[in-house]
């Protein structure tokens, strides 16, 4: 079967913040590319449903604001396609 993905995912290891709903959750980022991103919860995810919408912040060079939608949910995985950006510096 061909890889139908529309963006190249680069790995990476990012300490983030899930904010869902009035609720901050840690995680990490595992995979990133232009279109979303698959994070990873010490746990197991938080109760989230495919289709509901989210933030993702990271921090680095500049504070990072990830409008995002939930893609797919597993045990300890969520992926999130992004709806958009903003940048704090």
Same mark, same amino acid.
């Given at each position: $079967?061909? +890889?139908?993905?529309?963006?190249? @995912?680069?790995? =990476? +290891?990012?300490?983030?913040?899930?904010?869902?709903? &009035?609720?901050?959750? %840690?995680?990490?980022?595992? +995979?990133?590319?232009? /279109?979303? *991103?698959?994070? @990873?919860? &010490?746990?197991?995810? %938080?109760? *989230?449903?495919? /289709?509901?919408?989210?933030?993702?912040? $990271?921090?680095?060079? +500049? &504070? =990072?604001?990830?409008?995002?939608?939930?893609?797919? *949910?597993?045990? *300890?995985?969520?992926?999130?396609?992004? $709806?958009?950006?903003?940048?704090?510096?």
């Amino acid at each position: $079967m061909a +890889n139908q993905r529309l963006h190249i @995912r680069l790995e =990476c +290891n990012e300490h983030c913040h899930l904010h869902l709903r &009035d609720s901050f959750y %840690p995680a990490r980022t595992e +995979n990133i590319s232009l /279109g979303g *991103v698959l994070v @990873r919860f &010490d746990g197991s995810s %938080p109760g *989230v449903q495919i /289709g509901e919408n989210c933030r993702l912040l $990271m921090s680095g060079l +500049n &504070d =990072c604001e990830y409008l995002c939608e939930i893609a797919r *949910v597993e045990t *300890v995985h969520v992926a999130l396609r992004f $709806m958009g950006l903003h940048i704090t510096t």
